[in-house]
């Protein structure tokens, strides 16, 4: 798998414009420089936990006897889920936080940058191309620093696009990541049906 193709897909399933509205919700209530500290130590817990899985993957998946063709199923079915909610939000608070209380790990790192879809697409990308763990780890990093850069930067992309702005990019993301995944769904009930 390029570099490039599978940095796109995490970065989509990541999805930190559509994220940002939240992230800025939750530290509102802290000082600019708090703000960074929190977002940095949330993005390194973050980048820390994807390297985790993407390198365990596979012993996760066969502690657990699953099988890459399940996974692959399983996954898009999940992304696919991922990107419909994206297209069509819904109301309510999901972070879980009472106003002012400083999130540590959760809900920022885990489920927002380091959620369950990229947690599958990483098992199921090192399932599928276990001898590309260097260009994997590179699509990691790439898809996390995008975005690290989009939320640490979250000022400038809230003056920038809007909360209509915002919104509408995430519904994009959220189209381009039904192909994706509806692909996935394909790919793996290909591997089943061939197996």
């Known amino acids: 798998m390029e570099i490039f193709s599978a940095a796109i897909m ?10 940002l509205p939240v992230v800025l919700s939750i530290l509102k209530h802290f000082d600019k420089r708090r703000r960074r500290i929190i977002l940095i130590r ?3 817990a973050s980048l820390v936990i994807l390297m985790l899985f993407l390198y365990a993957g596979k012993s996760i998946l066969g502690f657990l006897h699953v099988q890459p063709e399940t996974l692959s199923i399983s996954g898009g079915v999940i992304l696919f889920i991922i990107a419909i909610k994206m297209i069509f939000p819904s109301a309510g608070s999901i972070t879980g936080l009472a106003v002012g209380e ?23 990308l090192s399932t599928q191309y276990p001898h590309q763990m260097m260009e994997l780890s590179a699509s ?26 915002l919104k509408a990019v995430e519904r994009l993301m959220g189209l381009l990541l039904v192909m994706v995944s509806t692909q996935m769904l394909l790919d793996g009930l290909k591997s089943y049906m061939a197996g």
Do not use: C, Q
Request: charged content about 10%; glycine content about 12%.
């Open 10 to 19: 995490l970065f989509l399933i990541m999805d930190p414009l559509g994220n």
């Open 42 to 44: 949330e993005l390194i």
């Open 102 to 124: 400083e999130p540590f790990i959760v809900p920022i790192a885990i489920p927002m940058i380091a959620g369950p879809s990229v947690i599958a697409a990483l098992l199921l």
């Open 140 to 165: 990691v990093f790439l898809a996390w620093l995008g975005t690290a850069g989009i939320l640490m930067f979250y000022g400038f992309f809230h003056k920038l696009l809007g909360e209509r702005g």
